[in-house]
């Protein structure tokens, strides 16, 4: 079976620096994109990054490109995001996401998320 | 533009048929999925590339798009229905995703 756990998130201050890490399971993780999604307690799903299977591809939402950067490690069956200069806008439970065999934006799996809390 | 546009709330007696739009300019050009999430739980793949449904998903599910609007409809809506939705595209670029801002979908 298909598995995505995250992990990572914690109470930070602003402008402080977090790695979120993916670990993935039941498939072959280098076949396949993989996202980072976020969502604000109470509030809608936002696209955080992808990147690509080999990591050469890789892009950003508008909110956190400069700030946010997203690897993988293909021999480990992870992926990360490393984000600095955060803000309490960035407050948010974040989730690992599979892209779907027909390719994204389709996401067929989906961890249990994160929570990082920006305090201020 | 980026934005993919969703009525907040909607209401469906149960057993009858709702449909849940998803508006955007990036929708003339690609395809959309939607996305349920029930309290406390991940979103779950409902509809990906227009009007495939996901793995599991009943047939009471089913997707459609013209233009700029893509729909999800709901017939026979049942009380475990109940969730909120999302609908997701590619943007204008290409290069990134977006996703609507929900739909509350309440089953009376």
């Known amino acids: 079976e298909v598995y995505l756990v995250e992990s990572g998130g914690v109470e930070v201050r602003p402008g402080g620096s977090l790695t979120l890490s993916c670990a993935a399971s039941?498939?072959?993780?280098?076949?396949?994109?993989m996202h980072w999604v976020r969502q604000p307690p109470g509030k809608g799903l936002e696209w955080v990054s992808l990147i690509g299977r080999d990591g050469t591809q890789r892009f950003y939402s508008e909110s956190v490109r400069g700030r946010f950067t997203i690897s993988r490690d293909n021999r480990k069956n992870s992926v990360y995001l490393q984000m600095n200069g955060l803000t309490t806008a960035d407050t948010a439970l974040y989730y690992c996401a599979k892209e779907h065999r027909t390719g994204w934006p389709n996401l067929d799996t989906w961890g249990r998320g994160t929570l990082l809390t920006v305090l201020s | 533009s980026s934005e993919l546009i969703q009525v907040p709330a909607v209401s469906v007696a149960l057993g009858q048929a709702v449909s849940i739009t998803c508006q955007g300019d990036s929708l003339r050009s690609y395809d959309t999925s939607w996305y349920q999430q029930k309290p406390g739980q991940a979103p779950t793949l409902v509809i990906y590339?227009?009007?495939n449904r996901a793995s599991g998903i009943p047939d009471r599910f089913s997707g459609s798009s013209s233009g700029n609007t893509a729909s999800l409809a709901i017939t026979g809506a049942q009380a475990e229905d109940e969730a909120d939705y999302y609908c997701n595209s590619r943007d204008s670029s290409g290069y990134r995703v977006v996703f609507g801002g929900g739909t509350k979908l309440t089953v009376l």
């Open positions: 590339n227009r009007n």
């Open positions: 039941g498939f072959p993780f280098d076949r396949y994109t």
